[in-house]
């Protein structure tokens, strides 16, 4: 989704994916959703003590990595470079539990969706048992993990990204992943 520069003050995620054209990329990065889906079903069949300490996501909503990764692919569809959504969107507790897992990776003011470098059982877990700590007894709190900025930011961003030229935004993208590492 191509936002509109409103000045609104309303807090984002902006999101920028791999070339469009890039079809074993994405290949290999819905594969990867399946495969930690497969992991959280192994784990709460496992591991009770797993399955009960990430309740409180599943009392949210389900977990469901194959799905959530068509949905923010068909939100890059719409821009073919970036996607954003909001901060107090449905897709937060996904977006931050798939980032934890190392589907997204931070770089400066966005995220870049990456493929995972580890995705393992011990991966999956903790990733989850981070994203479900507690402050309090009724409620986890993924928002406090997330990177945001605000909505006119992300779209002079947009706008700078789906201009530039591929091939730079593509080395810019890597320069910026390499960095982080």
């Not at 996904?94 to 997204?104: H, K, P, R």
């Not at 003011?109 to 309090?136: C, F, G, I, N, W």
Request: some cysteine; hydrophobic content about 40%.
């Amino acid at each position: 989704m191509m936002l509109e520069n409103d000045g609104s003050h309303k807090q984002v995620i902006l999101v920028e994916g791999a070339a469009w054209d890039d079809s074993e990329f994405y290949a290999r990065w819905l594969l990867a959703a399946s495969k930690a889906n497969d992991l959280l079903c192994e784990a709460k069949r496992d591991d009770p003590e797993f399955c009960e300490a990430i309740e409180i996501l599943e009392t949210m909503q389900e977990l469901n990595y194959e799905a959530q990764a068509m949905t923010f692919l068909c939100l890059l569809r719409d821009e073919f470079v970036t996607f954003v959504f909001d901060f107090d969107s449905e897709d937060l507790l996904d977006f931050m539990l798939m980032t934890e897992m190392g589907f997204f990776t931070i770089s400066g003011d966005r995220y870049q969706m990456t493929l995972p470098s580890k995705l393992d059982m011990e991966t999956l877990k903790q990733s989850h048992l981070k994203v479900a700590e507690r402050d309090d007894e009724d409620w986890c709190y993924p928002e406090r993990y997330v990177a945001t900025i605000p909505c006119a930011e992300a779209a002079k961003y947009q706008l700078l990204l789906r201009e530039m030229c591929p091939k730079q935004r593509l080395a810019d993208r890597e320069l910026l992943l390499f960095s982080n590492t």
